[in-house]
């Protein structure tokens, strides 16, 4: 009994080592140099298209004090985005103050 669980148990952590690959990343505060950006505006770290015509895939940061890094990485599929946007500003602006009440105190 003992040797089977102990099989099952190689067998399981020996499929599992490839999964390791699919994970993401983990943000990089390194990446993105906030010291020459205006505070409450954006940065594109990056840009391409889907297979999906008219779709994008984008990442950029939303810079503000007010965010706990002091940026918000946003990972986004759809239409392009206009970063001038007004209510794009708006949303980022409330997301960031609502991520900052989920980080515990220091």
């Not at 003992?2 to 993401?24: D, E």
């Not at 950006?37 to 594109?44: E, G, T």
């Not at 002091?70 to 409330?94: C, H, K, M, T, W």
Request: aromatic letters at 8%.
């Amino acid at each position: 009994m003992i040797r089977k669980i102990a099989v099952v148990g190689v067998l399981m952590s020996t499929l599992s080592l490839p999964l390791g690959a699919y994970g993401q990343a983990p943000r990089r505060s390194e990446d993105i140099n906030t010291a020459n950006v205006p505070q409450h505006s954006f940065v594109i770290i990056s840009e391409e298209e889907t297979e999906i015509p008219g779709y994008v895939h984008q990442k950029y940061a939303y810079v503000s004090q007010g965010c706990p890094a002091g940026f918000q990485v946003i990972d986004y599929y759809g239409a392009p985005l206009d970063l001038n946007d007004a209510s794009l500003l708006v949303r980022e602006r409330a997301l960031c103050s609502d991520s900052s009440w989920d980080t515990p105190d220091d």
